[in-house]
Nanobody
Framework: QLVESGGGSVQAGGSLRLSCAGS?????????MGWFRQAPGKEREWVAN???????????YYADSVQGRFTVSLDHAENTVNLQMNSLKPEDTAMYYC?????????????????WGKGTQVTVS
């Protein structure tokens, strides 16, 4: 089970920090953890993903639209994956989802993910 939190309303240029809490050791044991977003009338869009790898060093990847503004981080002790979002723009407005990916999947694609949270709304005005 994955549960997102931290969404809200913010003005353009502001920041938000999303968290995704996994049950048990879901985050640490997953092949990859991803963040996706979906705006009304649009398809779900990959935002970023991280490969936990079980250690303190991990690899992260970002969509071009958020590169340099968003940062993914892991907290193994808390079994959470976080998304720090800075310099927010109105076009970042969407429901944000975290997901746990299966072994060998292409982690910038939704079909790689087998478990999803219910999402948290981010609104940028």
């Amino acid at each position: 089970q994955l549960v997102e939190s931290g969404g809200g309303s913010v003005q353009a240029g502001g920041s938000l920090r999303l968290s995704c809490a996994g049950s048990g050791d879901t985050v640490s044991r997953s092949y990859c953890m991803g963040w996706f977003r979906q705006a009304p009338g649009k398809e779900r869009e990959w935002v970023a993903n991280v490969y936990p790898g079980g250690g303190v060093r991990y690899f992260t990847y970002y969509a071009d639209s958020v590169q340099g503004r968003f940062t993914v981080s892991l907290d193994h002790a808390e079994n959470t994956v976080n998304l720090q979002m800075n310099s927010l723009k109105p076009e970042d407005t969407a429901m944000y989802y975290c997901a746990a990916g299966r072994e060998g999947g292409l982690c910038n694609q939704a079909r790689a993910y087998i478990s999803w949270g219910k999402g948290t709304q981010v609104t940028v005005s």
